[in-house]
């Protein structure tokens, strides 16, 4: 078993920057892939970006692409979600998952999930 810990979110002016970090506890972080999520106020969780064990093969929703980044480092423990050039529509809760097998933009199929991080973006 897992626990993750999301941490770095907050509020920021449109066009900003965050960095998210997920760090993993209870087993070896390297043994799942990672996902995150985000759900906003009267929506569905909808996928973000995952990636591999291994860290070299990564995935993006459409919404994101070119202004996220999802990376990890496996000898800390931590994934991280950098997000740029960040839009008010990226206003929700986000969320860091895990699961054992390969990565998927699909959350019901994720056995571990953090606690949530709120993400705020004014414009």
């Known amino acids: 078993q897992v626990q993750l810990v999301e941490s770095g979110g907050g509020l920021v002016q449109a066009g900003g920057s965050l960095r998210l970090s997920c760090a993993a506890s209870?087993?070896?972080?390297?043994?799942?892939?990672m996902g995150w999520f985000r759900q906003a106020p009267g929506k569905e969780r909808g996928f973000v970006a995952a990636?591999?064990?291994?860290?070299?093969?990564?995935y993006y929703a459409d919404s994101v692409k070119g202004r996220f980044t999802i990376s990890r480092d496996n000898a800390k423990n931590t994934v991280y979600l950098q997000m740029s050039s960040l839009k008010p529509e990226d206003t929700a809760v986000y969320y860091c998952?895990?699961?054992?097998?390969?990565?998927?933009?699909?959350?019901?199929?994720?056995?571990?999930w953090g606690q949530g991080a709120q993400v705020t973006v004014s414009s």
């Open positions: 998952a895990a699961r054992r097998s390969g990565m998927t933009p699909v959350p019901g199929v994720y056995a571990y």
């Open positions: 990636i591999n064990r291994s860290g070299d093969s990564t």
């Open positions: 209870g087993r070896t972080s390297s043994d799942y892939a």
